[in-house]
């Protein structure tokens, strides 16, 4: 009998146990599901930016082991505010544009033009750009999609082709990256013009570039950048 009794207590709570776990964890299966698809979307926007290159113009240079290479710990930080380039060589002939040996600086028809900084900092990277900011100045080729032209070298034509999803991706994962605060140099206006008097583009790699993000219409003080 007591044998019996023991079995049957048994079952009971085999049978209870995965109902009261059913129960507890209800109400945490829709927060579960989020973070895969986020964590996705923020892969496929870093996927994106090491297929597009950006770290070639947007990541200042260090001297390594075996020479100059991109300095990881300023990762997407663009030109770096300290280095001071000397007036750009006039064009001649049939050549028209000049670029720094880092690839930090750009001069050309639309005067000199300087990598932005992509990371999150509110103050001189992308911390207070909206994502709709961001679509637009990929679809339009204006900073914040409203301001002044994109500056080449930037290949905002072809990255304006990319669907929203993909877009949105981007800027998700340059919201991840570590915050560095950098204040990009302001670009230099051609001979007798404004800046981006040539057709627009911007610095090389998946970003808008220019002043210094803001969300909504107004902007913030800006840092610079194409």
Not at 21 to 39: E, R, V, Y
Not at 48 to 68: E, F, I, R, Y
């Amino acid at each position: 009998m007591k044998s019996t009794r023991i079995m049957l207590l048994v079952a009971a709570v085999a049978v209870n146990v995965p109902v009261v776990a059913m129960a507890q964890g209800k109400g945490k299966a829709p927060a579960a599901s989020k973070a895969p698809a986020a964590n996705k979307q923020v892969s496929r926007g870093e996927f994106l930016v090491k297929l597009g290159s950006c770290n070639d113009c947007h990541t200042p240079l260090a001297m390594g082991p075996q020479g100059p290479e991109r300095d990881m710990t300023r990762m997407l930080s663009g030109h770096p505010e300290q280095m001071k380039l000397p007036p750009p060589p006039a064009p001649q002939g049939p050549w028209i544009f000049a670029v720094a040996a880092t690839y930090g600086a750009w001069s050309g028809p639309w005067g000199v033009s300087y990598p932005m900084n992509l990371t999150p900092d509110k103050e001189t990277g992308l911390g207070s750009w909206t994502e709709q900011n961001f679509i637009q100045a990929m679809r339009t080729g204006k900073h914040m999609g409203q301001g002044r032209p994109i500056l080449p070298p930037m290949p905002w034509q072809t990255i304006g082709q990319l669907p929203d999803e993909d877009l949105k991706a981007i800027f998700a994962y340059l919201k991840t990256v570590p915050a560095v605060k950098n204040k990009i140099n302001e670009p230099a206006p051609p001979s007798g013009g404004p800046p981006g008097g040539a057709p627009a583009g911007g610095p090389p790699g998946g970003a808008p570039a220019g002043g210094a993000p803001a969300g909504g219409g107004a902007p913030a003080p800006k840092p610079g950048g194409k």
